[in-house]
């Protein structure tokens, strides 16, 4: 079991930048591909990125395509998603997750083994 926590939400005005950071430990080796996914007050959690075992390859919804950036830190086991030109509807809980061992372009919630609790982001116009 691989067990995740993120940091780095908090509240910032339209057109800032803030860098989401997910730590795995435990059975590190499982983490494989991982992903960013969001979820705004009242509506179903949503994919908002996805980058593979040795972070060669990235995929990104289209509403964040060109402003999010998905990294990792394999010797850290950490990560990351820089989040710049930020707009209130991007507003949400953001979750990470791991364990996706097939296509990241495959971004169903159903492909990934564990979850973390969250971070909120608030997007202030």
């Known amino acids: 079991q691989v067990q995740l926590v993120e940091s780095g939400g908090g509240l910032v005005q339209a057109g800032g930048s803030l860098r989401l950071a997910c730590a795995a430990s435990g059975r590190t080796s499982s983490t494989y591909g991982m992903g960013w996914f969001r979820q705004a007050p009242g509506k179903e959690r949503e994919f908002v990125a996805t980058?593979?075992?040795?972070?060669?390859?990235?995929y990104y919804a289209d509403s964040v395509k060109g402003r999010f950036t998905i990294s990792r830190d394999n010797a850290k086991n950490t990560v990351y998603l820089q989040m710049n030109s930020l707009k209130p509807e991007d507003t949400a809980v953001y979750y990470c997750?791991?364990?996706?061992?097939?296509?990241?372009?495959?971004?169903?919630?159903?492909?990934?083994?564990?979850w973390g609790q969250g971070t909120q982001v608030t997007v202030s116009s």
């Open positions: 997750a791991a364990g996706h061992s097939g296509s990241i372009y495959d971004p169903r919630e159903a492909n990934f083994g564990s």
């Open positions: 980058i593979s075992r040795i972070g060669v390859s990235t």
